[in-house]
């Protein structure tokens, strides 16, 4: 039998994986992380600026207000991006999308780096929008491509790939960060236009690779483009069962036509499905471990870090999170999706108890705030190779071709609407509660444990069409489901 690398090297799979991962999700986690550490410089700017045009300093509620701009038009993007998203794969298929994308992250780009020389801090609000849209719809895209290449035996290793690239992303946004690398004064506008260079990598490169095959089969139509790009990815061979697959799936598309989202949220056929995709999506955006990337300077100082070495923490929380990465792809064809999602939740409540317990014990020695941190890092290590890695595959497994891109519009709409609930509250939160806020991140994990060990059917290793019946096999609150019928009978 052939090695995962062997498969993944037979023909351009592993470069396609590459190209799309660099273009796709590593935007977001840049632009999660890349803000934090010329923060401060960008408010002197918006300050030099406001001083050039009125001559006078800006209030310091009017440089809070922009600045706050500045940081949540990202989420506004976000959603953004989400909601073009059914429409432009519709129209340009994945490939083109993904390098429609890119052109987009270029222009932000251009838009970013000039703001500084025409002194303008709406040009870095705009751009902070495209970049919202770019990651937005970049990360939906990488996502809905990555699963439609997989083959099943794969499916699982090939979209914790995703993950792998947000985490590589939100590394480095730290590590270019750095004040020894691109963190200086001068400089904060290049810091911030650092993924344009993988945009314009994905561009030169994507045009080369093929369309996804089960884009070309079911929504086109065209078998016989569909078994070439099929080749082309994993080597020779006839991939007749990939392919029947497809047809099968095609034939339960004939029966249940394509919908928006709207259509989508009233079809009961599928009510389970969507009810795992919003309780999933919320656990993992309230979990906790959004916060840690956005707010993590003032978790650390407030743990008792040193300001100056709060930057290499955070490296080393990147690299925790890219080695966790690595091992959820390679565990979870072995696990299976069910063992991840409730063995991480349950871990990460119990983590961030502990957290509660150490932050309220008076600790004197200078080692105890390090152990608050290795307990934030288990945490993130916990949902990586949890619920996190485990949520990229499921999420092109559960939806049939037909409703999978108005599934991704509402994950996407939930995903960037909680992220910016969370950014919003979570000051408010902890200045009422202190320590005590990580205890409702616990009841949060607690409850997507109890859900996923209670109504979540194992997906791995099953085509899509046995995993819709298992979720139409749950009967609770479930009457008859005459859409389901029919779709079994022609079938």
Known sequence: MESLWQ?????????????????????????????????SFIRSFINSSWHTRYQESAPPQTVTV????????????????????????SKLG??????FNSVLALIGSGIMLTSKYAESYEMII??????????????????????????????????????????????????????????????????????????????????????????????????????????????????????????????????????????????????????????????????GMPTVSIFSFDIFQSAGIPPDKIRYVMVGFGLAEITASFFAGLVIERVGRKLMFWGGYSAMAASWVVVVVLLNVTLSSHWAPYVVVSFMAANIIFFIVGPGGAMAALMSEIFLQSDRKAAFVLQGIGRWFFFGVQGFFFPFLINALDSYCFVLFACVCLLGCLYNVLFLPETKGKTILEISKEFNGITLCRGSNPLADTMETKL
């Open 7 to 39: 498969q993944l090297t037979r023909g351009h799979a592993l470069l396609l994986i590459f190209a799309l991962g660099f273009g796709g999700s590593f935007h977001c986690g840049f632009h999660v992380t890349s803000l934090s550490s010329p923060s």
């Open 66 to 89: 922009i600045w706050s701009l500045i940081v949540s038009m990202f989420s506004v993007g976000g959603i953004i991006g989400v909601l073009v998203f059914q429409f432009i794969a």
């Open 94 to 99: 994945r490939k083109k999308t993904s390098i």
């Open 126 to 287: 705009a751009a902070r929008i495209l970049y919202g849209c770019t990651a937005g719809l970049g990360q939906t895209i990488h996502l809905m491509y990555l699963g439609e290449i997989s083959p099943i035996r794969l499916r699982g290793f090939v979209t914790v790939t995703s993950v792998t690239f947000q985490s590589l992303g939100k590394l480095s946004g730290q590590f270019f960060g750095l004040s020894e690398i691109l963190g200086r004064e001068h400089l904060w506008n290049v810091v911030l236009c650092v993924p344009a260079a993988f945009a314009l990598l994905q561009i030169i490169v994507l045009p080369f690779l093929p369309e996804a095959p089960r884009y070309l089969f079911i929504e086109k139509g065209d078998d016989i483009a569909c078994r070439k790009a099929l080749q082309s990815l994993w080597g020779q061979g006839d991939y007749k069962d990939d392919m029947d697959e497809m047809l099968a799936e095609q034939a339960a598309i004939d029966a249940a036509p394509r919908k928006s989202p709207l259509q989508l949220l009233g079809d009961g056929s599928v009510r389970w499905q969507l009810l795992s995709l919003l309780v999933i999506t919320l656990c993992n955006q309230m979990c």
